[in-house]
């Protein structure tokens, strides 16, 4: 498995933007997929964006898109969320996921490492 530590949340205006980071450890991190999901209270966890294993290929869903940029920088073991013109809807707690092969996709069941989350909170 892979210990996963997400920083950067926190509380922004509609408009703004934040930039999430996941640190990884416990698995060679350049061989393997990453996504971020997030869940709003009372929601369910739902898929934001992942990342092929060499930053090659990314993957968005539709509410994200044009928005939300996902990175990885495999030097440092880390995976990015670089999120603007954030809206209100966009407030949840955001999680890191690691799979365990080299390709992944948006559902939940294709990761096999979480973190804990971070918490985003986007006012109007």
């Known amino acids: 498995q892979v210990q996963l530590v997400e920083s950067g949340g926190g509380l922004v205006q509609a408009g703004g933007s934040l930039k999430l980071s996941c640190a990884a450890s416990?698995?060679?991190?350049?061989?393997?997929?990453m996504g971020w999901f997030r869940q709003a209270p009372g929601k369910e966890r739902e898929f934001v964006a992942t990342i092929n294993w060499r930053g090659s290929t990314t993957y968005y869903a539709d509410s994200v898109k044009g928005r939300f940029t996902i990175s990885r920088d495999n030097a440092k073991n880390t995976v990015y969320l670089q999120m603007n013109s954030l809206k209100p809807e966009d407030t949840a707690v955001y999680y890191c996921a690691a799979a365990p092969g080299r390709y992944s996709g948006s559902l939940y069941r294709e990761y096999d490492s979480w973190g804990q989350g971070t918490q985003v909170t986007v006012s109007s």
């Open positions: 416990g698995r060679t991190f350049s061989s393997i997929a």
